[in-house]
DNA sequence: ACCCTGACCGCGT
DNA sequence: AACGCGGCCAGGG
């Protein structure tokens, strides 16, 4: 993962180091990685990448608090996962960022 | 009209 | 054929 842009490998880096339980936001990454409007670069990352950085992708979360992924089966495995770290979700699967959010520094 | 967010999608390497 | 890049900009509040 040498030759890979900057911005990729401070996004690959950083969602590496979300501890189990915890989880950021598309956004909160893209600011942290140095590019506060490109959390959609962060989605396309994500996507794209997450098995061959062995990247922890369910601790990734839109602002609100919610599952991003539309498709009902990672849907669902993304919920489950999170669950078994011991997040807990509301009735309309939702996150309590205020307890759960992973802050590094701070933003 | 402005600010924030975003599991995109088409192209070049 | 596969993989990484774009670092904007469309859409909603």
Do not use: C
Not at 49 to 64: A, T
Not at 69 to 82: A, D, P, R
Not at 88 to 95: G, L, R, V
């Amino acid at each position: 993962m040498k030759s890979l842009q900057p911005f990729t490998k401070q996004v690959i880096r950083i969602i590496q180091n979300i501890p189990p339980g915890k989880v950021m936001t598309y956004g909160q990454i893209a600011r942290l990685a140095g590019s506060p409007r490109s959390a959609r670069q962060v989605v396309r990352i994500l996507h794209s990448m997450s098995e061959k950085h062995n990247l922890p992708w369910h601790r990734v979360v839109n602002s609100k608090g919610e599952i991003g992924i539309k498709e009902e089966e990672f849907f669902l495995v993304q919920i489950m996962s999170l669950e078994s770290e011991g997040v807990e979700f509301s009735k309309n699967n939702k996150i309590d960022l205020e307890l759960y959010q992973f802050t590094p520094f701070y933003n």
